[in-house]
């Protein structure tokens, strides 16, 4: 792009810099404001990573299943739905007995009632509930298993904790997105204004639509990326500030950053766009 | 080149233009003459499309009737040269900056079009050595120069000029229209606009008269074009010492 237009956005700026700096701190506001639900965002997905990470399902074998049926049913699990652990009756035991730790219960409960069963960890894309009620259904199906269980109740939480966290997402970012429209319209707007003559001039002189608005929109860009540069230094204070309260608070990773650079960016050139194709035409005929 | 049928032009309940038709060739000489509010830069408005007609069909090179997209009116205003009584100079740039802004719209950008172009404009009228001042720093005269080399800077095949000589000192005015004059010798359609009998004198070329909105005497063509036989001076004796520099537009 021609550095003319680079030039005319620069002169602009400093030309009207109460204009500019009122335009950055306001788009910095809203900016910092889903920088931070980006920051909360990131370190809940590690979070709920971390949970999700753990999400297993437990198939109790019967006691007749052989070691050759229960081979097999590994594969098929394995082919299906995901790696699967054997644990015998023995480890089971072994296990209880040191999650109880009391000796004289164990001696009162006698011989091991445990069954045999394989732990499976689910593939990423059946770690929600809806796919998890149907793994154990079908895994219920299979003559050598006794029962399947999945703890449904915490799934369903951690389901709908996702889902929230979305849709919070999708409701600040469309916030975020209005107030930077309505900030970068009416700032454009100012700036049309503050330079009308030299606006008129232009078009008098047949400058297209485009020639007159680039400076404007690079101006706009200029303002955008000043003010995402302010967002990203404020939650960076507030995240290390939170660090040294909280363990694991991380800042967001360059590609979330980079983003949010984009993102902010991007939506100023269409907004830009968009209100210097209005208001272009209240100015000159 | 430039044709006005049975062109009226309103506004609200004033008719500044009333059922005019006239026609303008390549590379003519035109002054259009009236009194003020006559629909002197009403004509030259509608030329450029700055305004469209109440009714009537105005014809610009190719470019026939109707409201033009805004992308159609920018490519006619890069064609024409306009120049202002009041200059439309953008007080915060050089004289070079004003003049280079209309290389760079017409779409040359990079220095090696820009400069010299600009600096041959400037030189045509006089200025060359007034390039790093702003408008505000020049003589009206000065500025006049300044708009008349932005006009001609990308060799329009049509010059109009709206009351060029208003606000200058008759020096000044007589160098302009010696400058107008050389524009048009070397090729270019210029079309001027005025209230002044001695301008219209001092132009020459064909001559237009409107009054009230009317072309005189009938508003035909045949009597509104009045010829004048050969430019005159201006009340020019310091124009003929200190002459501006030579227009070069078709070299």
Known sequence: MHLFFWREAWRSFQAHRGLALTTVFSLAAALALAAVFLLVSWNASQALHWIGDRREMIVYLNDEAGETQVQSLQAKIGELYGTSTYV????????????????????????NPLPASL????????????????????LEQFPEVEAVRFGGEWVQRLDALNAGARRTAIAVGLLV?????????????????ARRQQVEV?????????????PFVFEALLETLAAVLVALALVFGLQQALAQRLDGVTF???EWTLSFVGGALVLAWLASVAALGRILRTVGA | ????????????????????????????????LGHSAAGKTTLLRLITHETQPTSGTIAIG????????????????????????????LGDRSVFENVALAVRIAGHFSDSDVIPRTLRALEEVGLHGKQAALPGELSFGERQRCAIARAIVNR????????????????????????????????????????????????????????????????????????????????????????????????
């Open chain 1, 202 to 214: 232009m078009i008098k002189l047949g400058a297209s639509d485009g020639f007159v608005a680039t």
């Open chain 1, 252 to 254: 967001l990773p360059i």
């Open chain 1, 88 to 111: 015998s009756r023995a480890q089971a035991w072994e296990e209880f007995n040191t999650q109880v730790g009391d000796p004289e219960i164990l001696k009162a409960v006698g011989t």
């Open chain 2, 1 to 32: 080149m430039i044709q006005f049928e049975h062109v009226s032009k309103r506004y609200g309940e004033r008719l500044a233009l009333d059922d005019v038709s006239w026609r303008m060739n390549e590379g003519e000489r035109v002054c259009v």
């Open chain 2, 62 to 89: 190719t470019l026939r009737g109707g409201r033009l997209s805004r992308a159609h009116r920018a490519l006619l205003r890069r064609t024409i040269g306009v120049i202002y009584e009041d200059f439309r100079l």
């Open chain 2, 156 to 251: 329009p095949a049509i010059l109009l000029a709206d009351e060029p000589t208003g606000a200058l000192e008759p020096r000044s005015a007589s160098e302009v229209l010696a400058l107008l004059g050389r524009i048009h010798q070397e090729g270019a359609a210029v079309l001027l606009g005025t209230t002044r009998p001695e301008v219209a004198e001092a132009f020459g070329g064909r001559r237009i008269v409107l009054e009230d909105g009317r072309l005189r005497e009938g508003g035909t063509p045949e009597h509104a074009f009045m010829p004048v036989p050969a430019p005159q001076s201006f009340e020019a004796p310091h124009a003929a010492q200190a002459p501006p520099a030579p227009y070069t537009g078709g070299a």
């Open chain 1, 177 to 193: 997105a209005l107030a930077m429209v309505f900030v970068l319209h009416n700032t454009l707007r100012l700036a049309v204004l």
């Open chain 1, 119 to 138: 732990r499976v960890r689910l593939k990423p894309a059946l770690q929600n509930f809806a796919a998890m009620s149907e793994c154990a259904k079908q």
